[in-house]
């Protein structure tokens, strides 16, 4: 048996660093609300209070400032942001050209160096619909194409000349890896894997080579400094989190022991369509499951999935996510929630909204290590806040009013005032939705 490190190791710090500063806002009280905040029961009629772009207060009847915003939400509902903890955008951008597509790096099966944040282009109009949609952070993720596809980063919704100026602050970082069938299918011409055995024998082969190198950097020993091996020491360091992308319950447990064997942390199984049958397993190992609420048959190991799956692992006390993995979907993660819920209904069980709210928001900014700061409706936390039209969970249910730190970013009532992309004119519907 191959031994693991879990010591504390101290990675080199991070260059690319974040350069995200919260806008100037003004003072905003949102009264009467039907207030979902994913930190406890639903709070009916109340007010809440933004300033200085955190939230400063939940309760009955607030008072604010002279100079702030007074806005009556009439009993309709207000969320946190929903947070996406799979998304391509930026990486896979439009308009949908091949220069445009920078998300998987289809060299080798281990590109482990590669940084997802160094393919985003900050002008894809995807995250101008996303933040519509009430979207206010992402986890952007390289592809699946590979074995070990790259870093992935944690993103502020927020419109930015730059990367940098859309990073969340000392997010940490992730590494995406995959299994199944598409490290096999997108094998370049020669090279492996070429099978599934092929894919145990490549994440091994470089968990051994990261093993040494992390031994040799606890013992202060002088090294060529190596991008891949790197980011799998931190992996195995805990510095790292990974997103692995994983669908069969046969693989997940294979990909369990594989984590036992190099004593790293599995954080998240990804799309995980046959977690349902490994429920109890996942909720023992305290792994999350990032998935859809009814996605299915687009692949053959896509075939095993149930629309109960989102509900069974939530009864079943796993982390349990809703993730888009779209350009499209991102739009509606509020109607992925909503159609779990109804999934649980037809099973004559019942998920709250308490429970369902948490999905999109809390329980993925907990897994993206960002949970002290956003993610629930909390005094003390950033203010990314959405106000929607009716019932968040309903399909008639439009985000009206997006804020990100307090700054007002979505205002249905004066989209006159919003950015247009000139990016999309002309592009398919596909890429338009909203």
């Known amino acids: 048996m191959v031994l693991g490190f879990c010591q504390a ?8 660093p974040s350069t995200y500063k919260p806008a100037d806002s003004q003072p905003t009280l949102i ?10 029961p639903v709070q009916e009629n109340a007010d809440l209070l933004i300033q200085d772009g955190k939230i400063v207060a939940i309760g009955q009847n607030l008072s604010a400032p002279a100079n702030a915003i007074i806005m009556d939400a009439g009993g309709k509902w207000v969320t946190p942001g929903i947070i996406d903890i799979h998304s391509h955008l930026g990486v896979f951008s439009s308009p949908g050209v091949p220069s445009m597509r920078n998300g998987n790096e289809k060299t080798g099966k281990n590109t482990a160096e590669v940084w997802a944040e160094h393919s985003i282009w900050p002008q894809d109009p995807g995250f101008e619909l996303a933040r519509k949609g009430g979207v206010t952070t992402l986890a952007i993720l390289p592809g699946s194409a590979n074995l070990f596809g790259g870093r992935s980063v944690t993103v502020k919704n927020v419109p930015s000349v730059s990367v940098q100026g859309m990073k969340f602050p000392d997010a940490p970082y992730g590494l995406k890896m995959a299994c199944g ?35 040799k950097q606890k013992r202060g020993e002088k090294q060529k400094r190596d991008l891949r091996l790197e ?33 790293f942390k599995i954080g998240t199984f990804h799309h995980a369509t046959e977690a349902y049958k490994i429920a109890d397993k996942l909720a023992e190992e305290g792994i999350a499951v990032a998935t859809w609420a009814d996605r299915w048959g687009f692949k053959l190991e896509a075939y095993d ?8 692992l939530e009864w079943a006390g796993v982390h349990t996510m809703l993730h888009s993995d779209s350009a499209i979907l991102v739009q509606r993660l509020n109607l992925e ?6 999934s649980a209904r037809h099973a004559n069980r019942q998920i709250s909204r308490e429970e369902a709210i948490r999905w999109i928001t809390i329980n993925p900014a907990i897994k993206l290590g960002i949970d002290d700061r956003t993610g629930s409706l909390k005094e003390g936390k950033m203010a990314d806040v959405v106000l929607w039209s009716d019932d968040p969970f309903s399909v008639y ?6 804020f990100i730190d307090g700054v007002l970013l979505v205002d249905r009532e004066a989209e006159e005032s919003e950015p247009e992309s000139d990016f999309l004119v002309g592009q398919s519907v596909r890429e338009m939705a909203q």
């Not at 039907?34 to 930190?39: E, F, G, P, S, Y």
């Not at 929630?337 to 109804?342: E, F, K, P, Q």
């Not at 249910?397 to 997006?402: D, L, M, S, Y």
């Open 9 to 16: 190791w101290a990675a080199p710090e991070a260059p690319y």
């Open 31 to 40: 009264k009467r609300a039907n207030i979902l905040t994913a930190d406890g």
């Open 181 to 215: 069938e598409n490290p096999i299918f997108y094998a370049s011409r020669g090279n492996d894997p070429f099978t599934r055995m092929g894919n145990m024998a490549g994440y091994r082969s470089a968990f051994i080579d990261a093993q040494a190198y992390l031994d």
């Open 231 to 263: 980011t799998l020491a931190g992996v195995l360091s805990g510095e790292i989190t990974t997103h692995i992308h994983c669908y069969r319950a046969d693989e997940m447990m294979q990909m369990i022991d594989l984590s036992k064997e190099f004593g």
């Open 305 to 312: 999935a149930i629309p109960l799956n989102v509900a069974a």
């Open 337 to 342: 929630a909503g159609m779990a819920m109804a």
């Open 397 to 402: 249910a439009i985000a009206e009013k997006v």
